[in-house]
């Protein structure tokens, strides 16, 4: 979390502030920058932008001059790029200037996973890579004279320092570690703040990539047989007085056994699911679908013994067994852990002995992932459910009867031939929902909106009078047009937006439809997040 100055620091900070607006508003038209060259065209490896400039030093690092000049607009920059990004929307860009504030996409600023450490004692052109330690994101304001977000780069003593007598801001000596929204790490050293002319909010600074921090293994000991171990991503072993109801653990360990802070485990949301790669540095993004939850297991014991306990089933399957030696032996494998506060890990387990473990447990960014999925609704018996957050589809036990749901189920949306519900209202206990986006293009939907999303209700069903009622979707069942000369069915140019029985969203358009059998893309936020 990020470290707060103390009440005499903040005075300082906002009077220098207050002092810097004032005199930014007196003295402004005076020092406005001048005219200079054109910018030259943006070749791939020095691109400029309207507000950037770059300068390669030839030795890795770059020269930037951002002009933060506006009372009101954000400058992002995307650091993989080096390219300007709108930081108005909740993508591509990593870090973001206005004036004298600093913000990243991390924390309460967005969801890229931003996060950012300083150290003081280093110089920059002497760094090769970056701490292990020490990382913090954008926090909600706290007790300062402005409305933003409390970031990195402005906790303790800032990154600056200010002159009561000269009203100049001058910039500490501290080098600043960036993991970006990519998980590439880079490292920066603000320079200056007035351009040759006097004018302010010119920011310079010097920067560059550097390797990433070398994972630290922890040592996890969990060789009680009564006892759990808890985990907390970033932070290694934690101690928690009330695993039941608290969020401050992620992972627990007993003897070979696995649970999250999720399912019936704990009050989080977490989960998890087998990374693609199983080489764990190349593991750089979360993405969003396939958690598996925790749910009641079978523990180990004798045939018939009837003993269930919370487990995660992926996670428990982390180990070979030889029956001749009794050696249990780690899988070559990497575990993306969805955490109890919706934020995302990868896990490997690289020893373990009589319940002693060493392992990588280590937080990164997170990718809303697309998927694409066939639901066969072409029998008209049978109501098939879809859970987004899972990607899975089957049909809903008990058989239904007529257009009755469940009241509880696994699923979000469900299909039967051209009707559609969600597990809302009259269609199930769920507080699923849906509406219409306002955007047709798939990929302009970045966000979910805020709603109101439209619950199931009872609805006329197609066909001639006294065909009665049913229970649907009425956002979701505007769904096509139909021809009554041909008698097809076409999906309409739109993008739903439907909130899971999670409390998650997913945007969805059907892309086609023949004959019960539908084609759907939809990304998927995960748990705690709106962003696509």
């Known amino acids: 979390m990020t470290v707060f100055a103390s009440s005499s620091t903040l005075f300082r900070r906002a009077a220098s502030a207050l002092l810097l607006t004032g005199w930014v508003v007196a003295c402004g038209?005076?020092?406005?920058?001048?005219?200079?060259?054109?910018?030259?065209?943006?070749?791939?490896?020095?691109?400029?932008?309207?507000?950037?400039?770059?300068?390669?030093?030839?030795?890795?690092?770059?020269?930037?001059?951002?002009?933060?000049?506006?009372?009101?607009?954000?400058?992002?920059?995307?650091?993989?790029?080096?390219?300007?990004?709108?930081?108005?929307?909740?993508?591509?860009?990593?870090?973001?200037?206005?004036?004298f504030h600093i913000r990243t996409r991390g924390g309460t600023s967005g969801t890229g996973g931003v996060e950012v450490a300083m150290l003081s004692s280093v110089e920059l052109t002497q760094v090769s890579q970056a701490p292990q330690a020490g990382y913090t994101v954008d926090a909600v304001d706290g007790d300062d004279e402005d409305t933003n977000p409390d970031s990195p780069f402005e906790g303790g003593e800032g990154w600056y320092s200010y002159d009561l007598a000269t009203h100049k801001l001058t910039p500490r000596a501290q080098v600043?570690?960036?993991?970006?929204?990519?998980?590439?790490?880079?490292?920066?050293?603000?320079?200056?703040?007035?351009?040759?002319?006097?004018?302010?909010?010119?920011?310079?600074?010097?920067?560059?990539?550097?390797?990433?921090?070398?994972?630290?293994?922890?040592?996890?000991?969990?060789?009680s047989s009564t006892d759990w171990t808890f985990l907390q991503a970033g932070k290694g072993v934690v101690q928690v007085s009330n695993p039941e109801s608290s969020l401050e653990w992620d992972v627990a360990v007993r003897r070979t056994q696995f649970r999250t802070n999720g399912g019936v485990s704990g009050?989080?949301?977490?989960?998890?699911?087998?990374?693609?790669?199983?080489?764990?540095?190349?593991?750089?993004?979360?993405?969003?679908?396939?958690?598996?939850?925790?749910?009641?297991?079978?523990?180990?014991?004798?045939?018939?013994?009837?003993?269930?306990?919370?487990?995660?089933?992926?996670?428990?399957?982390?180990?070979?067994?030889?029956?001749?030696?009794?050696?249990?032996?780690?899988?070559?494998?990497?575990?993306?852990?969805?955490?109890a506060r919706g934020d995302y890990a990868r896990l490997r387990i690289t020893s373990y002995a009589s319940g002693k473990y060493s392992v990588l447990f280590t937080p990164v960014p997170v990718q809303p992932e697309t998927v694409k999925l066939t639901v066969d609704a072409s029998d008209a018996s049978k109501t098939i459910g879809v859970r987004l957050g899972q990607g899975t589809v089957a049909a809903l036990t008990p058989p239904t009867e007529g257009f009755a749901e469940p009241a509880v189920g696994n699923w979000d949306i469900s299909f039967k031939r051209t009707w559609l519900q969600t597990n809302s209202g009259t269609s199930g206990s769920g507080q699923a929902g849906a509406l219409v986006a306002e955007d047709t293009e798939f990929s302009a939907v970045t966000r979910a909106a805020e709603g109101p999303y439209t619950a199931d209700t009872m609805l006329p069903v197609a066909g001639p009078p006294g065909s009665g009622e049913a229970s649907g979707n009425a956002v979701l069942n505007d769904w096509y047009d139909y021809d009554t000369t041909t008698h097809v069915v076409t999906p309409k140019a739109r993008v739903f937006l439907v909130k899971t029985v999670e409390g998650a969203f997913a945007k969805v358009r059907i892309l086609t439809y023949s004959g019960g059998t539908f084609t759907l893309e939809y990304t998927y936020s995960g748990p705690g997040r709106t962003s696509f």
Do not use: C
């Open 176 to 223: 600043y570690f960036i993991r970006s929204d990519t998980g590439a790490y880079f490292k920066l050293q603000l320079t200056g703040y007035y351009d040759a002319a006097g004018t302010p909010a010119m920011l310079q600074f010097r920067w560059g990539p550097v390797q990433a921090p070398a994972p630290a293994e922890l040592q996890v000991n969990a060789e």
């Open 29 to 99: 038209p005076d020092l406005q920058p001048e005219p200079g060259d054109p910018p030259p065209e943006n070749p791939p490896e020095n691109p400029q932008d309207t507000h950037l400039r770059h300068v390669d030093n030839g030795d890795g690092t770059f020269t930037t001059t951002v002009d933060a000049t506006s009372q009101t607009e954000w400058i992002g920059m995307d650091l993989d790029t080096r390219r300007q990004e709108s930081a108005g929307t909740d993508a591509k860009w990593d870090v973001a200037f206005q004036r």
């Open 267 to 339: 009050p989080g949301v977490g989960g998890a699911r087998i990374a693609e790669q199983t080489d764990f540095p190349a593991v750089q993004r979360a993405l969003t679908v396939g958690y598996v939850l925790d749910e009641q297991r079978p523990v180990a014991g004798p045939p018939g013994s009837g003993t269930t306990a919370p487990a995660n089933p992926t996670l428990n399957d982390w180990y070979d067994y030889d029956l001749n030696t009794h050696v249990v032996t780690p899988k070559n494998r990497v575990f993306l852990v969805r955490t």
